[in-house]
Each structure stands twice: as C-alpha cells, then as structure tokens.
C-alpha cells in the first residue's frame, strides 16, 4: 500500500476530487496547509499598506491505495491541479505498513 | 409649504436607517458567496454606495426629480444640487436636499441589490462603469416615471415605497444580465458553500431595521400613514420569514437562509403597498411571497441559471408580487385609495401596467448595457483570477491571514 500526499492549489480541490472520484478514489483526506516551494509568495496591500505573503494556503490531500494505482492517480491528480504555472504544488508517495478500520477489527497490510 | 420640524426630524433619521441598508445588503451578500470572494461583495455594496452618492449629486438626482420633459425624464435643472435648499419646495414640507439626500440612499442600495449577479466573478473596472451606466440609464428614468412626475404615476399606478423603482427593476436587471456575463465556473459541478451564515444574517438584520426607514419614511411627513407603513412593513416581513421557513421545511430542513431570505421577500413585496393596506393584508402579502419566492427561487436553480444571490426572485418577483397586491388590497381605511377587493378593477390594471412597464425596461435596457460593456472592457475576471477568487485578484486583500 502507499499513500499519496498531494499539496496543489486549494481552488484546484473541486476539479481534482471531482478527478479521482471519477477514477474510483472517494475516500481521502484534505487538510488546509500553508507552505512556499520556489515559489516566492505574494504581495497584497491593506490600506495601500504592503505585507509580503511568503507562506501560501495550499490543500494537502491524503489518499491511499494499491501500489500499481500509484501511476495513474499521479497522472489524474496531475492532470486535474495543473495551470502550468509556478505554484502548482508536489505530490509524495509514501510507504504505508497497515491500514486497520475502527469500526470493525478489520486490517489490511 | 411651511417647513416641519417633525417631518423633517423623521425623515433625516430615516435617510440614515435606509443607509444602513446598503452595506446590509453587502453583509447579507458577502456571508452567502464562497470565503475567498467575501470582501469583494461586501466591498461591492460599498462601492455602489459612494459610486451613486456622488452621480445622485451631480446630476442624477436631477435626472429623476428635475424639471419634467414629456414626462419622459427631468431635465439638468438641479445638476450640481443648483437650487436644492434648505427650504421645502412645493408641497412638501421638509428641506428640499433632505428630499434629496432620502431619495439618494434608495438609489444606492438599488444597485447593491443588482450586484447579486455580479458575485464572484465581476471585474472591478467592469462594475465601476457599468453601474454608472446603469444607475443613470436605467434607475434615473423609472424613478423619474414613477416618483418625478413622469408618465406612469399619471397612469394611476401605485408604489408606495419603490417596488417598481428599487425591486423590479434591480431584480429583472439582474436576470438580464446573468444571460450575458454567466454561469461562474463550477456552476452546478462543484459545491459552493456559503462561507458566513452568521454573517449574512447579521446583513439581513440591517436590512429588515432599515426597511422601516424604507417604508415609513416614504409617507414623507412623521404621521400615521407613516405609523402604518412601519406597522405592515414589520408585518409582513415576519409573515414572509414563517412562510419560506415552512415551505423549505416541508423540503428538508428549516434553514437560517431560508428564514431571513422569506423575511426581506416579505418586505420587498409590502414596499410598494405600505401606505395602502391593513397590517391584515400585510400577512397574506408576506406570506404569499414567502412561498411563491421560494418556488421562484427553486425554479432558477432548476433552470441552472446563475443569478447568484437571487435578487430576480426576492426582489423581482417579490416586486411583481407587491405591486399586483396594491391593486388588489389598497384600502379606503388606510388611505385613498381602493384595489380589487373593493371592486375597483381600474386600479389592478394600472398595477399590471406598471409591472410590464418596469419589467421590460429594466430587462431590455440591462441586457444590451451588459452587452456593450462585456463587448468593450469586459464583464469578467479571467479564469486565474476567478480560481483564487477576487478578494485578492481585485483588491489584494484576504480575509484572514
């Protein structure tokens, strides 16, 4: 099993949910985030006053699966979060040892 | 006439309650669209505010209260306020710019209703120009037709506070212009969830507290016609909450939206009618647009037209509404005039009239505005700008850091 970590844009989350519901994967975790990658942030100005926004609001998603999934929900997250600008986010695989459901005792490994 | 200071007592703090319904409308608004357009919308109302204050002045006010042309609009003879003083003209008996200054606040919150279509997609520049226009083009005549003795009052027809003027047309305008500028992006596909209830119904609040200002001020002079406008105005506006809650209880749940939305349907439809009817009617007028709002409402979602915030079926609808119950339930009681209900078919008609009337301008004159300024600057944001939404893409701001 892996885990996907996907950090993209948060007004990208509809269409990228909406991408993966399509493709099977309805179950997932979203958590608001902030964070900088190259990119530098953004300026905006209260009362003609200027703050330098070096920390953006992004949306991580958690999603896990089957490891030969992987591929394709790479490519459908990709095509779904993509402007092809800077700041269009990463996505990470991870290892996962277990999963187990508290409802029942069920586990999978 | 003698100059009253009763009357104008009234009137000027009227004036300020109705100011306050502007930005109530920004609050109510900007608590219904998602969180990264909430200070666009209110800032839009804002902006309507100070935009028309100042048009109003310069030349709008003379547009519809200066000097008759055919009946049609009033001429430049008050541009500039040039001859607006402190002393009462004709009949009236408060200042002539305390006049000026209560039908000014009618004209602003006019076009902060209008900006329902605009929500979260609107080009700030786009909406400066446009709603110069519109407020000129469009507002200026119907109340000049209505209020400045200009044709359609010489018709008979009613209005007591503004339902053709405000209502109407803000609500057909609307409609015409969601056909041109269209559906936001993910319309219909994504969820758009309301990122401050409280918030809207903090606008809401202001908006049923000024109405009394609306209404009662509308009798111009601090007597009990203008005891009874505030009277049926409160009336209505409850019976209007109680019929929308109940029938979109009967739908699922009885939601805080629903509550204070069938409210204001309530009292848009009174508007026209506070100074005709019994607060008895007042609640078979509320609750009749509680209901038939909502199903106006439920029939643009149907339709998947994305008049955002509705202000076609509350103020429109409620408006047509309200104007036709002039017609039916005016009173001998309560002033001097009769509807249907006392056999008077003559005035009904008038009422139709002026709805068609209003309603066809409105939207004619709307549509082909919308057309010109999406052909020249453009109505919309790009598509970037409308994905990150447009607190930030229009005014650089967020609403937390």
């Given amino acids: 099993m892996k885990m996907i970590q996907a950090i993209i844009r948060p007004e990208k989350l509809d269409d990228v949910k909406h991408a993966l519901e399509e493709k099977g994967y309805i179950a997932l975790t979203v958590i608001d985030v902030k964070g900088r990658g190259e990119q530098k942030g953004i300026t905006l100005q209260y009362r003609g006053k200027k703050v330098e926004v070096d920390l953006l609001p992004k949306v991580k998603i958690e999603v896990v699966m089957k490891d030969d999934e992987v591929e394709s929900a790479i490519a459908t997250i990709r095509a779904s979060a993509r402007t092809g600008k800077i700041g269009d986010g990463k996505i990470f695989v991870l290892p996962v040892e277990m999963m187990a459901r508290v409802r029942t005792d069920e586990v999978w490994t | 006439m003698v100059l009253d200071s009763g009357d104008t007592a009234w009137i000027l703090a009227a004036t300020a309650l109705v100011m306050l319904m502007t930005p109530g409308v920004g609050f109510f608004y900007g608590g219904m669209v998602r969180r990264k357009n909430v200070i666009s919308m209110i ?68 076009l902060a209703i209008l900006t329902s279509v605009f929500a979260e997609r609107v080009k700030i520049s786009a909406f400066l120009v446009f709603g110069l226009l ?116 009967y739908h699922g749940r009885p939601a805080s939206l629903g509550v204070v939305s069938g409210a204001v349907a309530g009292l848009v439809a009174i508007t026209p009618a506070a100074g005709y009817v019994t607060p008895l009617a007042a609640i078979i007028i509320g609750a009749v647009a509680g209901i038939f709002c909502y199903m106006m409402m439920l029939l643009r979602i149907q339709k998947g037209l994305d008049e955002s915030l509705d202000a076609w079926s509350i103020h429109g609808m409620g408006g047509v509404w309200g104007a036709l119950a002039v017609g039916i339930f005016a009173s001998a009681t309560v002033n001097s005039y009769t509807g249907l209900l006392s056999g008077n078919v003559a005035q ?42 447009l607190d930030i893409s229009q005014h650089g701001e967020r609403t937390q850091g």
């Fill in chain 2, 348 to 389: 009904f008609t008038a009422q139709i009239v002026a709805v068609v009337v209003s309603v066809g301008y409105a939207f004619v004159v709307s549509y082909v505005l919308a057309r010109v300024v999406d052909a020249t600057i453009g109505l919309r944001v790009t598509e970037n700008e409308e994905y990150v939404g």
């Fill in chain 2, 43 to 110: 800032a839009l109302s804002f902006i309507a505010f100070a935009l028309v204050s100042i048009q109003w002045v310069l030349f709008g006010y003379s547009l519809s209260f200066g000097p008759d042309i055919s009946g049609l609009i009033g001429g430049l003879g008050l541009a500039g306020l040039i001859g607006v003083g402190q002393d009462p003209s004709g009949t009236s008996t408060i200042p002539a710019l305390a006049f000026m200054m209560y039908q000014l606040v009618f004209a602003t919150v006019t």
């Fill in chain 2, 134 to 249: 519109w407020t000129t083009l469009v507002y200026d005549p119907l109340a000049h037709w209505v209020w400045g003795g200009g044709w359609l009052a010489g018709l008979g027809a009613l209005d007591f506070a503004g339902g053709t003027v405000v209502h109407i047309s803000a609500g057909f305008s609307a409609l015409a212009i969601a056909l041109v500028i269209g559906k936001r992006r993910g319309f219909g596909v994504h969820t758009m969830e309301p990122a401050n209830i409280p918030m809207a119904l903090l606008g809401a609040a202001l908006l049923w507290f000024g109405w009394f200002g609306f209404n009662a001020g509308s009798a111009l002079a601090a007597n009990g016609l203008a005891a009874n406008a505030f009277v049926v105005t409160n009336t209505a506006a409850a019976a209007g909450a109680l019929a929308w809650m109940a029938a979109s209880w």
